[in-house]
């Protein structure tokens, strides 16, 4: 069985502040995708990486895909309180026809 | 560009009572995928279906648990009986292609008394 587990879980830091969350599995994914929910909603996709040790950015998100494709991580710069939200990753099965399997998440709380 | 749409987005029942929830997925995406998000087990996926066609129940959770798609523009989740345990938000997202970028509803949150 496939899993992808996330840390921290839970994340509470001060306006200005850097923060790393981890994603890692001992599977290899065909790609990684990171998701951000906000209350009373669904998640909605900020990135997708394919290539291993891929790196991509968001405004002030860093996303990066292990070079073994088994792990990522998300790097926020300078958090703001609109970062606030529940961050999944989920990474792709292969031959699954896109079948995604998630982590649990990391809930960051951003206080101004 | 009109998003998944879901209904209802809030469903409260007493256990016993049969549930349906309905999802209508993005115009010409043929992958649909129906998830529950708890707590304690975060977002598990249940079933997807490619072309109307179900791929890969091993999520659903029991009998009780059954979905559909009779066409590619219409999916239903159906919980019968409903126990308290089955409380959570339902989700139902979906996607182009196999490709794995999922598009998500907003939900129904289902609390079972």
């Known amino acids: 069985t496939q899993l992808l587990e996330q840390s921290p879980q839970f994340l509470s830091i001060q306006e200005g502040e850097n923060l790393t969350v981890y994603c890692n599995s001992s599977?290899?994914?065909?790609?990684l995708q990171w998701y951000r929910q906000e209350p009373g909603e669904g998640p909605v996709l900020l990135v997708t990486?394919?290539?291993?040790?891929e790196v991509k950015k968001l405004k002030r998100l860093t996303f990066q895909f292990g070079d073994a494709r088994k792990d990522s991580s998300l790097h926020i710069t300078a958090a703001q309180p609109g970062d606030t939200g529940l961050y999944l990753c989920?990474?792709?099965?292969?031959?699954?026809?896109?079948?995604?399997?998630f982590g649990q998440g990391t809930e960051l709380s951003v206080k101004p | 560009d009109a998003g998944v749409i879901q209904s209802p987005r809030h469903e409260v029942t007493e256990m016993g009572q049969e549930v349906t929830l309905r999802c209508k997925p993005i115009?010409?995406?043929?992958?649909l995928f129906w998830y529950r998000q708890t707590m304690m087990r975060g977002l598990e996926l249940l079933i997807y279906?490619?072309?109307?066609?179900?791929?890969?129940d091993s999520g659903m959770p029991e009998d009780r648990f059954s979905a559909k798609m009779p066409n590619a523009s219409f999916s239903t989740l159906k919980i019968q009986p409903s126990e308290p345990r089955d409380s959570a938000v339902y989700f139902c997202?979906?996607?182009?292609?196999?490709?794995?970028?999922?598009?998500f509803g907003p939900g129904t949150r289902l609390t079972v008394l």
């Open positions: 990486v394919v290539t291993g040790g």
């Open positions: 599977s290899v994914f065909s790609s």
């Open positions: 989920a990474g792709g099965a292969y031959n699954q026809g896109g079948k995604l399997i």
């Open positions: 115009s010409g995406h043929d992958y």
């Open positions: 997202a979906s996607s182009f292609g196999g490709r794995n970028e999922q598009f």
């Open positions: 279906f490619n072309n109307n066609v179900p791929i890969d």
